[in-house]
Nanobody, 122 residues
Framework: QVELVESGGGLVPAGGSLRLSCSHSGRHFSSYAMGWFRQAPGKEREFVAA????????YYADPVRGRFTAARDNAKNAVYLQMNGLKSEDTATYYC???????????????WGRGTQVTVSA
């Protein structure tokens, strides 16, 4: 049984920083790419970032590139999303997901967490 649990969300002012964590309970964590997605109220879920199995390659959506950084610690079965320079448009529920390849396509991710809320106040 695979379980992904996000944490670290909260209320932050514009320009602030936040680090999200995602714990993975399944086996062979290092065999999978991990992705971060977000969904704002009334909008479709969108890709945020992805990281390869070893953590050697990362990919970012244009709106967050240069501000967000994905990382992973395979020894701890955890992935992270460091968010700096937060903007009001970053307000959303953030989800981590386990997939086969680190892409922006949701179809490549088989397991999803339940999300953690990030709210950025202007």
């Amino acid at each position: 049984q695979v379980e992904l649990v996000e944490s670290g969300g909260g209320l932050v002012p514009a320009g602030g920083s936040l680090r999200l964590s995602c714990s993975h309970s399944g086996r062979h964590f290092s065999s999978y790419a991990m992705g971060w997605f977000r969904q704002a109220p009334g909008k479709e879920r969108e890709f945020v970032a992805a990281i390869s199995r070893s953590g050697g390659s990362t990919y970012y959506a244009d709106p967050v590139r240069g501000r967000f950084t994905a990382a992973r610690d395979n020894a701890k079965n955890a992935v992270y999303l460091q968010m700096n320079g937060l903007k009001s448009e970053d307000t959303a529920t953030y989800y981590c997901a386990r997939g086969t390849v680190p892409t922006a396509t949701p179809l490549h991710y088989q397991y999803w967490g339940r999300g953690t809320q990030v709210t950025v106040s202007a």
